[in-house]
């Protein structure tokens, strides 16, 4: 079998039926997707297929045969970061770092596919990926802001002015 990874082919060796999280992490050295929940329920093993995200842990590998798979790494490198990447930095969004990689993924695919800065649709397009750190809000800032075409100085991080959860008040 054969996956582009990040813009790389690669030949897979694995079995057919081994999810693709695993193929990534342990075939092809690709970390960024981690196994969490390995039941598809918490996101941190999200990635995209073909532009679509899918949680790699439920995806046989078969399944994605000749198929475009982009992982965190292929956004960005350390040195040119990806504008969502910048965001997420620069509005700190991550703070342990296991959901990030699932929630860039998510992100990246809304923004894709014409996502706006509007707070319930991002809400929406992040269901099903689990942060047990940030309590969500600054997660929604940082894609709103690249919805809106911000850019950011890596050197300081955004004032936050909403310290409340997803759906709380503000």
Same mark, same amino acid.
């Given at each position: 079998?054969?996956?582009?990874? #990040? ?14 999280? %695993? ?36 995806? $046989? ?18 040195? #040119?970061?990806? $504008?969502?990447?910048?965001? %997420? ?8 770092? %296991? ?14 596919n ?21 309590g ?15 850019? %950011? ?11 409340? #959860?997803?759906?709380g008040?503000?």
């Open positions: 079998m054969k996956l582009t990874v #990040n813009g790389i082919e690669r030949e897979v060796e694995s079995a057919p039926l081994t999810p693709l999280l %695993f193929v990534l992490r342990d075939e092809l050295e690709v970390e960024s997707p981690k196994a969490g929940c390995q039941q598809g329920g918490c996101g941190a093993c999200t990635v995209l297929v073909e532009g679509e995200p899918r949680r790699s842990c439920l995806t $046989p590998v078969v399944a994605v045969d000749g198929a475009r798979i982009t992982t965190v790494e292929g956004l960005g490198s350390p040195e #040119n970061l990806a $504008p969502l990447q910048q965001a %997420f930095t620069h509005h700190y969004a991550a703070q342990c770092g %296991f959901c990030t990689a699932g929630m860039i993924m998510a992100a990246q695919a809304y923004l894709d014409w996502g706006t800065e509007d707070r319930e649709m991002i809400q929406t397009s992040l269901a099903g990926h689990v942060c047990r750190c940030t969500y809000v600054k997660i929604v800032d940082a894609i709103a802001a690249v919805a809106r075409g911000d850019s %950011f100085d890596m050197t300081v991080t955004a004032e936050s002015h909403d310290t409340t #959860n997803v759906g008040a503000q």
